[in-house]
């Protein structure tokens, strides 16, 4: 009863920040992202009745913490499946976590998936959707392949994602710049519980509709510079929401307002490209395939940057037989 996953972590273009239950993961509003081809966590699960107890390895991480979140999501599967089988989980992410780049997602959608085949479940992918969510929201969106929308759903069967295009669909490209590996200074999960205190969070949460829709439509006709003036527009909005919340949450480094400032000034020398972040210090820069090259050549100038990710458009999670044990 053994099963290994790969799931890509996502990028939200249009992000979620608060949540209408935090039991069930039920964001305030919907959102739509794009899974990054190099981006992956690998998770290796098996149940095993001679366990006593779950065995978890979570390689490049200490954080009792992060067992404790993997065990309460095996919890979860364990009573889908009605069985109480013990469980030996290894996971590890190809990039650094707790920076911004969304290792909880590809981290909960590949446990989602590796862990459901390891103890006989079959689900549909709005199934491990749902599932995943429950682990951490934004694993829903690295279920589904290429660019995915999470439905804004009231209860937990409504609130999962879908794919609105596969990843061959638009030869766009993610830069991700690594400006630090340090662990940020509060999870997603904890910041979370405090957007409802900012002054502007009902505002956002009436017009991110509209918002959606139009991203949506510049989506569906490629429509790049309308596509990026409106992502980066969101992305400062997100964390306008963080900065003026109480307290306040402040995740960007000096090296993360200097790049912002780097995107801006090359856009105005004709570079098309358009910056976008998570909740983190890490920055991702979106542009078209035939940009990547001169986006690469300039992060490589800004000495402060300590790794560049190229990642594409990707499939959702998939099942693997190169198990890590």
């Given at each position: 009863m053994k099963a290994t996953a790969i799931a890509p972590s996502n990028i939200a273009f249009i992000k979620y920040w608060g949540r209408k239950d935090e039991k069930l993961r039920l964001p305030a509003n919907g959102s739509l992202s794009m899974n990054l081809s190099n981006l992956t966590t690998t998770t290796t699960v098996e149940f095993n009745k001679k366990l006593r107890k779950d065995v978890i390895i979570v390689k490049d991480s200490n954080n009792e913490k992060d067992s404790l979140r993997i065990i309460n999501h095996l919890n979860r599967i364990r009573d889908l499946a009605g069985l109480s089988l013990s469980a030996k989980v290894v996971t590890q992410n190809n990039f650094p976590s707790s920076t911004g780049l969304s290792s909880s997602a590809s981290g909960f959608a590949a446990l989602t998936l590796a862990a459901t085949q390891a103890i006989g479940l079959s689900l549909s992918e709005k199934e491990l959707s749902i599932l995943s969510r429950q682990g951490s929201g934004s694993a829903c969106r690295s279920v589904p392949g290429g660019f995915t929308e999470w439905i804004d759903g009231n209860t937990s069967q409504t609130s999962y994602a879908v794919s609105l295009y596969p990843p061959e669909y638009w030869d766009i490209v993610d830069v991700v710049a690594i400006v630090s590996n340090e662990k940020k200074m509060l999870p997603t999960s904890e910041g979370q519980k405090s957007a409802q205190s900012s002054p502007f969070y009902s505002k956002?949460?009436?017009?991110?509709?509209?918002?959606?829709?139009?991203?949506?439509?510049?989506?569906?006709?490629?429509?790049?510079?309308?596509?990026?003036?409106?992502?980066?527009?969101?992305?400062?909005?997100?964390?306008?929401?963080?900065?003026?919340?109480?307290?306040?949450?402040?995740?960007?480094?000096?090296?993360?307002?200097?790049?912002?400032?780097?995107?801006?000034?090359?856009?105005?020398?004709?570079?098309?490209?358009?910056?976008?972040?998570?909740?983190?210090?890490?920055?991702?820069?979106?542009?078209?395939?035939?940009?990547?090259?001169?986006?690469?050549?300039?992060?490589?100038?800004?000495?402060?940057?300590?790794?560049?990710?190229?990642?594409?458009?990707?499939?959702?999670?998939?099942?693997?037989?190169n198990h890590l044990f």
């Open positions: 956002r949460i009436l017009l991110i509709d509209e918002k959606i829709k139009q991203c949506k439509e510049y989506l569906s006709k490629k429509d790049f510079v309308s596509f990026g003036e409106l992502i980066e527009k969101e992305a400062l909005e997100m964390h306008a929401i963080m900065l003026t919340s109480n307290p306040p949450l402040i995740y960007w480094l000096p090296v993360t307002v200097l790049l912002i400032k780097k995107v801006l000034e090359w856009r105005r020398e004709g570079l098309s490209c358009y910056f976008t972040i998570n909740t983190g210090q890490d920055i991702h820069i979106i542009c078209q395939k035939k940009e990547v090259k001169l986006v690469v050549e300039r992060l490589h100038t800004i000495k402060e940057i300590k790794k560049i990710i190229i990642n594409h458009p990707a499939k959702g999670a998939y099942l693997t037989n």
